[in-house]
């Protein structure tokens, strides 16, 4: 998909409900969630970026841009059964095939990456503004290169374990917040051809895609899920390479 092309091309999709409906929001994230992310990604000369919401035709997201996008990141929160069952199926079909595909925040109860999943994707949660401590314990994967040991996020939702998700391929952030509780805050796992991460910090009610060590994740992020490949789903039947002999009494 991406073979021979040096740019990467990031589609980053955002409901697009509370900057809409919420003043606080909409003040936060003037360009929206989705704006706020794309310019800082577009600060990257390797990526090429575009924005897609949920109001637009097929939510921005026809057969036609997802094949022409190495990775996807998916904001959502309020309007996930919204999301038509096909446009759905288009993205889980194509993660299978080899784009990359990044839920951020609430994302989790996306249908996208609850199909990818496989699970509930159900986790515990508290949106009173409390501190969040991100830890860095896999400080030698490309997604957590230039990050810190650990970073604050002063006000924060937490969410909490138990986080209903297949067992990661690796678990790349862990977060403690003030209430107590822990969390698998970034995750890896590979689905067919295509590279899946989650990353947890990213509530609407909070400034979190200003800070600059979210920021850097997720266009880590971007760069490590993109598609190398595109492997369209087929299960054909085939002729033999080399003749096949008959077992000894049969033929």
């Not at 909409?26 to 924005?51: C, K, M, N, W």
């Not at 057969?63 to 446009?87: F, N, S, Y």
């Amino acid at each position: 998909m991406n073979a021979g092309v040096n740019v990467i091309r990031v589609t980053v999709w955002n409901e697009n409900w509370h900057e809409q409906h919420e003043a606080e929001v909409s003040q936060r994230y003037p360009e929206g969630i989705h704006g706020a992310i794309a310019a800082a990604l577009s600060t990257d000369p390797r990526f090429e970026v575009r924005t897609a919401t949920l109001n637009e035709p097929s939510c921005g997201l026809s057969q036609e841009i997802l094949h022409a996008t190495d990775v996807l990141l998916w904001w959502g929160h309020r309007k996930h059964h919204e999301v038509p069952d096909d446009v759905a199926q288009w993205v889980h079909e194509r993660v299978l095939a080899g784009m990359g595909f990044i839920a951020l925040h609430s994302a989790h109860f996306s249908k996208p990456f609850k199909a990818l999943m496989g699970t509930h994707c159900s986790l515990r949660w508290r949106n009173t503004g409390e501190r969040e401590r991100v830890w860095n314990i896999a400080p030698s994967h490309p997604i957590a290169a230039g990050v810190p040991e650990h970073f604050v996020l002063e006000r924060s939702e937490m969410y909490g374990e138990r986080f209903d998700i297949p067992e990661p391929d690796q678990t790349l952030f862990l977060s403690w917040f003030a209430g107590g509780e822990v969390f698998r805050s970034g995750c890896t796992w590979n689905r067919g051809h295509g590279r899946v991460f989650f990353f947890s910090p990213g509530d609407q009610a909070f400034p979190i895609y200003r800070d600059v060590n979210v920021l850097r994740v997720i266009t880590n992020a971007a760069a490590w899920c993109a598609a190398s490949v595109d492997i369209p789903f087929s299960c054909p039947a085939v002729e033999p390479l080399e003749p096949i002999d008959s077992p000894q009494g049969q033929g």
